[in-house]
């Protein structure tokens, strides 16, 4: 019944939203929301820059997405603008010098709308083993630095004082939010990565009372999210990133109604209708 | 009763000594030229206005913050317990006080259980932590620290928001921990009353070191008298003598084993806000310093 690509882009999907479970929730308690933002669209210059030098477009929209961060971290420091401010140029600037070089390329036939918006069609074999070696690492690094993270979260003081250096905490979490949008790209696209982030962590806030216990649920809450999505993708023709979204958001708003039911029944078992 | 891994009796080691330490930011010297030493088993306060640069001195004893000029030497291997002068917590992060108690480093139950009862909120242990009140917040902060058996102890006003009966519990529980312990404590306090119990240097901040020394001597001191004007006159050396009990049923038990209504007005009290009638509920006329060393105090102003 599934068609091979559909299945890759099940496995992708599936793989990306485990991993940004996680990671979304210290978007959501960091309030790193637009920081995720800037990030992402820093990616379309990382796209661009990959075609221009014929770079492999996975390290190349790294690379970007790290240098954007490393160059915000920098600029706050100085203190001249506020951080929101500084978010608000790099996001849209980043976005639009890859526009830019995207239109002066004249000599690629790109699919801008993939990259924009994600496209289950692209997704090859070598992806999904990509995204699933990636997503392991990415998870395995956060499980290391639990820890520090959390407390960091908590108070970067409080977690300095005690010996749980957050400067690196602080530094790999950064590396991993790049690392997740390099493989999230394909198959959401770079405007939407950060809903992925942030909408299972918020719909995963109510029925959670640990840190660990929402980051669990966040990336289930995702990846059901993700086979909702596809399958709305497939059934109406719809570009997967929107898809998932918005299937993501009618979970988050399932989330909200008045509890009547048995906690985990609202959260897990609505959503999919094939 | 808790932590007694380390007995009152361990020799006094140097954990921390800040050398002419300054922070500068923006150009302009939060705090300057602060010489400091805490050892083991000691108790130093620091006191002085808003902005005097107590919570900045904290930071760099505790490593947050790196001084501009001066040095510290921080003994390596030693483990601090730190509770922050502000702290808050997004309430998108489901945070029980189990779980905050267990923040940067592992605890068994029954230490988690020891500490927060020492701290008075035991009953509070699976609580949401955004559900707390400030005093509670605070109460578990204070649990928190403790619990990882510091080798020094930070705590910047560690007891804002606890009430009246709590403050003097908590403070006789610092000063109890360090008579168990043995660790080193940095205290930071405006509350002008209570911070010299117990502890064995007071120094007072206002941009640099002004005074330091014993209680009784920076309380007497020129400069003390000066940043602190009205609230510094006539303020008693709190002495927490226990020499009398209130009972449950509103009399009191005094030291000599007699029984009255009301305290004596010579008491040795709880509750130490004298120039402040109007805070408490106590229904004789209090005219005079707390203690000897007040009423010289206030006799030297008059």
């Given at each position: 019944?599934?068609?091979?690509?559909?299945?890759?882009?099940?496995?992708?999907?599936?793989?990306?939203?485990?991993?940004?479970?996680?990671?979304?929730?210290?978007?959501?308690?960091?309030?790193?929301?637009?920081?995720?933002?800037?990030?992402?669209?820093?990616?379309l210059l990382g796209v661009a820059l990959s075609l221009l030098?014929?770079?492999?477009?996975?390290?190349?929209?790294?690379?970007?997405?790290?240098?954007?961060?490393?160059?915000?971290?920098?600029?706050?420091?100085?203190?001249?603008?506020?951080?929101?401010?500084?978010?608000?140029?790099?996001?849209?600037?980043?976005?639009?010098i890859g526009?830019?070089l995207v239109?002066?390329m004249?000599?690629?036939?790109?699919?801008?709308?993939?990259?924009?918006?994600?496209?289950?069609?692209?997704?090859?074999?070598?992806?999904?083993?990509?995204?699933?070696?990636?997503?392991?690492?990415?998870?395995?690094?956060?499980?290391?630095?639990?820890?520090?993270?959390?407390?960091?979260?908590?108070?970067?003081?409080?977690?300095?004082?005690?010996?749980?250096?957050?400067?690196?905490?602080?530094?790999?979490?950064?590396?991993?939010?790049?690392?997740?949008?390099?493989?999230?790209?394909?198959?959401?696209?770079?405007?939407?990565?950060?809903?992925?982030?942030?909408?299972?962590?918020?719909?995963?806030?109510?029925?959670?009372?640990?840190?660990?216990?929402?980051?669990?649920?966040?990336?289930?809450?995702?990846?059901?999210?993700?086979?909702?999505?596809?399958?709305?993708?497939?059934?109406?023709?719809?570009?997967?990133?929107?898809?998932?979204?918005?299937?993501?958001?009618?979970?988050?708003?399932?989330?909200?109604?008045?509890?009547?039911?048995?906690?985990?029944?609202?959260?897990?078992?609505?959503?999919?209708?094939? | 009763?808790?932590?007694?891994?380390?007995?009152?009796?361990?020799?006094?080691?140097?954990?921390?000594?800040?050398?002419?330490?300054?922070?500068?930011?923006?150009?302009?010297?939060?705090?300057?030229?602060?010489?400091?030493?805490?050892?083991?088993?000691?108790?130093?306060?620091?006191?002085?206005?808003?902005?005097?640069?107590?919570?900045?001195?904290?930071?760099?004893?505790?490593?947050?913050?790196?001084?501009?000029?001066?040095?510290?030497?921080?003994?390596?291997?030693?483990?601090?317990?730190?509770?922050?002068?502000?702290?808050?917590?997004?309430?998108?992060?489901?945070?029980?006080?189990?779980?905050?108690?267990?923040?940067?480093?592992?605890?068994?139950?029954?230490?988690?259980?020891?500490?927060?009862?020492?701290?008075?909120?035991?009953?509070?242990?699976?609580?949401?932590?955004?559900?707390?009140?400030?005093?509670?917040?605070?109460?578990?902060?204070?649990?928190?620290?403790?619990?990882?058996?510091?080798?020094?102890?930070?705590?910047?006003?560690?007891?804002?928001?606890?009430?009246?009966?709590?403050?003097?519990?908590?403070?006789?529980?610092?000063?109890?921990?360090?008579?168990?312990?043995?660790?080193?404590?940095?205290?930071?306090?405006?509350?002008?009353?209570?911070?010299?119990?117990?502890?064995?240097?007071?120094?007072?901040?206002?941009?640099?070191?002004?005074?330091?020394?014993?209680?009784?001597?920076?309380?007497?001191?020129?400069?003390?008298?000066?940043?602190?004007?009205?609230?510094?006159?006539?303020?008693?050396?709190?002495?927490?003598?226990?020499?009398?009990?209130?009972?449950?049923?509103?009399?009191?038990?005094?030291?000599?084993?007699?029984?009255?209504?009301?305290?004596?007005?010579?008491?040795?009290?709880?509750?130490?806000?004298?120039?402040?009638?109007?805070?408490?509920?106590?229904?004789?006329?209090?005219?005079?310093?707390?203690?000897?060393?007040?009423?010289?105090?206030?006799?030297?102003?008059?």
């Amino acid at each position: 019944m599934l068609d091979d690509f559909f299945m890759r882009a099940l496995l992708a999907g599936i793989g990306v939203a485990l991993t940004a479970g996680p990671l979304g929730c210290f978007v959501v308690w960091r309030r790193m929301a637009y920081f995720g933002d800037t990030m992402a669209h820093s990616a379309l210059l990382g796209v661009a820059l990959s075609l221009l030098f014929e770079l492999n477009l996975l390290v190349s929209v790294f690379a970007v997405a790290v240098v954007i961060s490393l160059l915000l971290l920098f600029l706050q420091r100085r203190q001249a603008l506020s951080a929101d401010a500084l978010l608000g140029i790099l996001s849209h600037s980043t976005l639009a010098i890859g526009l830019v070089l995207v239109a002066f390329m004249s000599w690629v036939r790109i699919d801008l709308m993939a990259f924009l918006f994600g496209d289950i069609l692209a997704v090859t074999p070598g992806d999904v083993a990509l995204i699933w070696a990636g997503g392991l690492a990415v998870l395995a690094a956060v499980i290391w630095l639990w820890r520090p993270l959390v407390a960091s979260t908590v108070s970067e003081d409080v977690a300095e004082a005690e010996g749980l250096r957050p400067e690196r905490a602080r530094l790999v979490f950064m590396l991993l939010m790049a690392l997740v949008i390099a493989i999230a790209m394909k198959i959401v696209g770079i405007m939407l990565i950060t809903a992925l982030l942030i909408i299972p962590a918020a719909t995963a806030r109510r029925f959670s009372a640990s840190p660990e216990g929402m980051a669990v649920l966040a990336s289930l809450i995702g990846a059901l999210a993700v086979v909702a999505g596809l399958f709305g993708s497939l059934h109406y023709d719809t570009p997967s990133g929107p898809s998932i979204v918005v299937a993501a958001l009618v979970l988050f708003i399932l989330s909200l109604l008045p509890a009547g039911k048995p906690r985990h029944e609202t959260a897990v078992n609505k959503g999919v209708r094939p | 009763m808790l932590m007694t891994n380390k007995g009152a009796s361990s020799d006094r080691r140097h954990l921390v000594e800040l050398k002419n330490a300054g922070l500068r930011r923006d150009g302009r010297w939060l705090v300057r030229g602060v010489d400091l030493t805490i050892a083991s088993g000691e108790i130093l306060t620091l006191i002085g206005p808003n902005g005097a640069g107590k919570s900045t001195t904290a930071k760099m004893v505790t490593g947050v913050l790196r001084p501009n000029e001066g040095a510290v030497e921080r003994s390596h291997d030693m483990r601090i317990g730190y509770v922050p002068q502000k702290l808050s917590i997004d309430w998108t992060m489901p945070l029980s006080v189990r779980r905050l108690m267990r923040l940067t480093g592992r605890l068994s139950d029954a230490d988690l259980l020891d500490a927060l009862e020492a701290t008075g909120i035991p009953h509070l242990v699976d609580a949401e932590v955004r559900h707390l009140s400030g005093g509670e917040f605070q109460r578990a902060l204070l649990a928190r620290a403790i619990a990882r058996r510091p080798d020094l102890l930070v705590l910047d006003e560690p007891v804002q928001g606890v009430d009246f009966a709590g403050e003097t519990a908590l403070y006789d529980l610092i000063r109890q921990i360090r008579d168990t312990t043995g660790c080193g404590i940095l205290l930071i306090s405006h509350d002008l009353h209570m911070v010299m119990a117990g502890t064995d240097t007071v120094i007072c901040l206002n941009g640099h070191v002004c005074c330091r020394g014993t209680p009784e001597t920076v309380s007497r001191s020129e400069d003390y008298q000066r940043l602190f004007g009205g609230a510094a006159r006539g303020l008693a050396v709190y002495s927490h003598r226990h020499d009398h009990t209130h009972l449950p049923d509103g009399r009191v038990l005094h030291g000599d084993g007699s029984i009255t209504d009301h305290c004596y007005p010579d008491d040795g009290h709880h509750d130490h806000h004298h120039e402040d009638h109007s805070r408490h509920g106590h229904d004789h006329h209090h005219d005079h310093g707390h203690d000897r060393k007040g009423r010289e105090g206030e006799a030297r102003d008059a």
